[in-house]
């Protein structure tokens, strides 16, 4: 048998090995792929959940009441005592809109010097200015069913009869007005009976 030289076994070491590869590479690069490991399924992060805002607090008692009473009201009727006397309240909120507010302004006019055509027969102009000069209450108000009630904080003027305004309550009396009743007094021990006035919007 012909013996093979060096350059022809190492053409046949050559042709031996690219056979062998062209046979196991199929399955050596199938293997490869299974071992791989897989690609990260890159997941998409839903956008957070935005929960809604929560509704906004209801408004105060004070502030619903200064939306329906907020405003100027007047009145002018003849009192029990014969007096002609006219009421101008305004109410509105206090600055910091926590508190309603009352700044009201009584004035009166003695009709008894009148009575019979007597005129002021007798009277001093001082006196017929001090009957007649107006005497105001800065006041604060707190919410009522149907109306606000109002405690005095401070009185500007004196009362021609002696009685000083202690409180005051407005409550609903028909369309467009309210009800005006107040108490006063000369002393704990004076007190006056309460009197009532219609008032009307005189500007809102």
């Not at 105060?60 to 907020?70: F, Q, T």
């Not at 005497?135 to 003027?157: H, Q």
Request: aromatic letters at 6%; charged letters at 20%; one cysteine or more.
């Amino acid at each position: 048998m012909h013996q093979l030289t060096e350059k022809q076994k190492k053409i046949a070491l050559i042709v031996g090995a690219v056979l062998l590869a062209i046979h196991f590479a199929p399955g050596f690069i199938n293997n490869l792929r299974h071992a791989a490991p897989a690609p990260a399924v890159v997941q998409k992060q839903s956008a957070a959940h935005v929960a809604p805002a929560p509704p906004p607090p209801p408004p105060s008692p004070e502030i619903v009441a200064a939306a329906k009473y907020g405003g100027i009201w007047a009145g002018s009727e003849l009192m029990p005592d014969q007096n002609r006397c006219s009421i101008r309240i305004e109410i509105r909120l206090s600055d910091d809109t926590k508190r309603l507010k009352g700044y009201e302004s009584k004035t009166c006019i003695p009709t008894q010097p009148f009575a019979g055509g007597k005129g002021i027969h007798g009277q001093s102009v001082a006196d017929v200015m001090r009957e007649t000069a107006p005497v105001s209450a800065v006041m604060t108000g707190a919410p009522v069913e149907g109306g606000i009630r109002f405690t005095v904080d401070s009185l500007i003027g004196t009362p021609y009869d002696g009685y000083s305004l202690i409180g005051m309550t407005i409550t609903d009396f028909g369309q467009g007005q309210v009800q005006a009743q107040w108490q006063s007094q000369r002393s704990p021990q004076a007190p006056c009976p309460d009197n009532r006035m219609l008032l009307k919007k005189a500007r809102g």
